[in-house]
């Protein structure tokens, strides 16, 4: 499949449109129930963050999300209008001090399901990779 993009504004009902429409074509190319959970919550925390903590549900800024899916691998990029990151800054959600906390979470389950995991320089783009395991 060719690489798609899609522009969204900054509002969590068009996220879950555009994670149905991914799954469905993940679905499609034969990846296992869990392979699909993962890529779903991947892409669902990602989204949620790009709205929530880089645009601040602005309305007037849009996410923009690149995608490629193929048989074998899932790509994607995920795009904020705000102003970025350090990911040094982001609180460790396992330390004892944060259990409490919800800060830290999607980003640790985004590194936990997904195969590869970067940022720009920014930090303000999310670019992560899915392998499919082949089924034996």
Not at 67 to 94: K, Q, S
Request: proline letters at 4%.
């Amino acid at each position: 499949m060719l690489l798609s993009k899609k522009v969204i504004q900054s509002d969590l009902e068009e996220a879950r449109q555009l994670e149905e429409h991914v799954l469905e074509t993940v679905q499609g190319c034969g990846y296992s129930d869990a392979e699909a959970f993962a890529i779903k919550l991947a892409l669902e925390e990602a989204l949620i963050n790009a709205i929530k903590h880089g645009n601040r549900y602005d309305p007037d800024k849009t996410v923009t999300v690149c995608y490629d899916i193929e048989p074998d691998r899932v790509r994607f990029a995920v795009a904020d209008e705000g102003p970025g990151f350090a990911l040094c800054n982001v609180p460790d959600p396992t330390a004892d001090e944060n259990l409490e906390r919800p800060c830290g979470r999607g980003i640790m389950l985004i590194r936990a399901y997904m195969d590869e995991v970067s940022y720009n320089e920014e930090g303000n783009e999310l670019r992560m990779v899915k392998r499919r395991v082949e089924q034996g």
